[in-house]
């Protein structure tokens, strides 16, 4: 099945749909009848991103329903302009079908989620098989979702400590990042177990003209690292890493979402609290934070991001050596 989403990657290349580039697969449960994979295509520019999402045994209302709001989570959290839908045996009782038996690809646009291109696989006895595309309008806006609006930065309000300007340098790692629903017990992820998420937290850092420090080259000493539920870096971590990275900012991030349970097609009627904060790695202070509150807007994540980096610039960039 893989062979067929490249081959479609590159047919949507070739439409000037999407530019192939790195390609990053995170894996998650949808429900107990759904397991949903997303692989995020690295962006160029954060607002121009695609979301590749693979369904498997997605059966009835309930887990139909599940699977389609977790794609659009997923996708607008990074700011997907479209999601590509890859499906095996997708059966659903309601009002919504998804004609992907026997597999399948639909790519659909984030904003409208009318179906503009479908990749049929046809396998034959002898295992051979071939890729059609075609058009295809099936999925109607008002029986998934409104439209997601994307999110503006002036809705975002960000805490600059006086110690700011103390920073050294611009170099900056994404660290932990921390989720829960409905008011669930907050569950510790790391950046590598949140490709999309690192990735749009970088996009935005980087609008702001911070630069990301590799995470490979730390990786063994943040394993060994004790991040408290705060964010707070304890000041030995902090400077261990600080002498390993050279990274003068960790970056970590917390996110809740509200009334999932109970709107299971309806984007409208989930909130989602984001915290994102700026610490200092000489002194595991935080010296930046930026909140936002509200509907799950398109490329919040990266919003969020670039709002802090832009704030915490214009405070350091008259005391900072930009390196």
Not at 4 to 14: E, K, P, W
Not at 133 to 155: A, C, M, N, V, W
Not at 233 to 261: C, K, P, Y
């Amino acid at each position: 099945m893989k062979e067929y989403l490249v081959l479609f990657i590159a047919v949507l290349s070739l439409m000037g749909c999407v530019t192939p580039r790195m390609i990053i697969q995170k894996r998650y449960p949808a429900t107990s009848a759904a397991l949903v994979s997303v692989l995020v295509e690295e962006p160029q520019d954060a607002y121009e991103t695609l979301a590749i999402i693979s369904i498997e045994a997605a059966e009835g209302q309930s887990g139909f329903n599940s699977a389609i709001q977790k794609m659009k989570i997923s996708a607008a959290s990074i700011g997907a302009d479209a999601i590509v839908i890859q499906g095996q045996q997708i059966k659903n009782s309601g009002a919504v079908a998804m004609p992907l038996y026997g597999g399948g690809v639909l790519m659909v646009p984030v904003n409208t989620w009318t179906i503009t291109a479908k990749a049929i696989q046809q396998i034959n006895q002898g295992g051979a098989g071939r890729t059609s595309i075609t058009g295809e309008s099936g999925i109607k806006p008002e029986q998934l979702s409104d439209t997601i609006e994307r999110i503006k930065l002036e809705d975002i309000s960000v805490t600059i400590s006086p110690n700011a300007t103390k920073l050294k340098n611009s170099n900056f790692l994404v660290g932990p990042i921390w989720s829960a629903v409905d008011g669930g017990k907050s569950e510790l992820h790391s950046s590598q177990d949140n490709p999309d998420i690192t990735i749009a937290i970088q996009s935005g850092f980087m609008k702001a003209g911070y630069v990301p420090v590799e995470r490979d080259v730390i990786k063994d000493i943040l394993s060994e690292m004790s991040f408290q539920q705060t964010g707070a870096v304890s000041a030995h971590d902090a400077v261990r890493l600080g002498e390993i990275s050279g990274a003068g900012i960790i970056i970590t991030t917390s996110e809740a979402m509200f009334g999932v349970a109970i709107n299971r097609a309806k984007d409208a009627d989930i909130r989602v609290a984001v915290s994102m904060k700026a610490i200092s790695v000489e002194s595991g202070e935080v010296v930046a934070l930026a909140r936002y509150y509200g509907r799950i807007k398109k490329g919040y994540i990266t919003g969020i991001a670039q709002r802090l980096g832009n704030e915490l610039s214009m405070v350091t960039s008259s005391t900072t050596i930009k390196q």
